[in-house]
């Protein structure tokens, strides 16, 4: 008679790999326009992990796209990062500090991805417009003050002329009255 345990003298061998469907629930690529060939993978369970890696590769100008496990081989983005834009835009916002200029305010496109660099871009502009409106007057202004010199020199060269009065009025220019009755004329 076999009891319970002779019967099962079957036992599966232990294997040393795992062999379960979903091997990381995260999987973040990451990769760079100058080398588009050589691509930065990166596999982990941890979400935070996942999301970490991506913002750090982000930050070195990666393309960042971060994919989550759906069960039986099915992945599914979760987000996307375009770090030349998030890079750009650190940029813009250090050059505008950089040059005086404001921080973008709260207000100012606060959904857009490029915000900073708009904001810069408008505050370069007005600069390049406040610069061409210097130059504007500075020229007008030295213009008038050349012709301020022009006129001091004109009437400077023509004081005596201007102070002696006209030929009509001197004696040498004068010509002798005639005296008519009115029936005469």
Known sequence: MRTPKSARNYHRKA???DRTKNQAA??????WNDAPDRPVFWR???PKEAKKVARSLAAKGAYVIAETHEGYGRWATWFELDGPALVAE???AEAALGAGWPPAPAGYRPDADDRHRTWFAE???AEGRRAQARAAAEQLAATQRARRRRLA???SRDARQLMTPPAE???EHRRAARHITGAQR
């Open 15 to 17: 294997r040393h790999n």
């Open 169 to 171: 009025v001197r004696p």
């Open 44 to 46: 982990t369970r941890d």
């Open 123 to 125: 505050q370069a502009a």
């Open 90 to 92: 650190t940029a813009a």
């Open 26 to 31: 995260y999987h973040v690529t990451g990769s």
């Open 153 to 155: 020199a004109e009437a």
